[in-house]
Structures are given as C-alpha cells and as structure tokens.
C-alpha cells in the first residue's frame, strides 16, 4: 500500500478581490496570524506526512520563492512550476506535469 507523499498548491492567481494589499504581494503571502497564509497551508500539508510540495506560481511568484525556497526551513522539499499570471488551473497544470509523481 502506497501513500501520497506530494501535494500541489495553486498559488498563480491575482488576488484582485484582496486589493490593495495584494498589488504589491501575492495572495499567498499575505499575512494571516503573524505568517504568510502559504505557511499555514504547507504546514498542515507536512502535518499530514506530505514530504514533498510543487507550488504553481503565477502572479509575483518571484516572492513565494524567495521566501519558501527549497523548503528547507519548513520541514519539506518544494519544486515550482512558474508560468504567466493569464495562465488557466489547467495550464498550470500540464506545465507542472514533469514535476509530478507517477
């Protein structure tokens, strides 16, 4: 019996509806309880036993990056997908292929 051990989280979007505080940050770096909202996802996802996390980038992705990096500091190893921010789910999707677990 096989468990999941990847997740993927969809962090492309603009965030349009969290104006003005998402025109100079992305929607998962805003911040929820003193921390970006990405850290509480990926928290409950390693709470979980995911090991490994491919974040879908979009919209100043450059940010998730250089905040979350390789994932060391969190307890995961993270892979990202970058695309443009007018990229559809699916779009990011099939980019990411490659990344993912057969």
């Known amino acids: 019996m096989s468990s999941v051990k990847q997740a ?3 962090a492309g979007g603009r965030g349009s509806r969290l104006a ?7 929607k998962p770096m805003v911040d929820v309880n003193g921390e970006p909202f990405l850290s509480h996802l ?5 709470n979980q036993g995911i090991t490994e996390v491919i974040i ?3 919209y100043r992705g450059d940010q998730i990056h250089e ?5 060391e500091n969190f307890g995961v190893h993270i892979k990202y997908s970058h695309g ?7 779009e990011r999707l099939l980019a990411a292929t490659p990344l993912l677990d057969a």
């Open 67 to 71: 905040y979350f990096g390789t994932g």
């Open 8 to 10: 993927v989280i969809l």
């Open 42 to 46: 990926i928290r409950l996802v390693t």
């Open 84 to 90: 443009p921010e007018s990229w559809s789910t699916g």
């Open 20 to 26: 003005p505080i998402t025109d100079s940050l992305p």
């Open 56 to 58: 879908l980038t979009g």
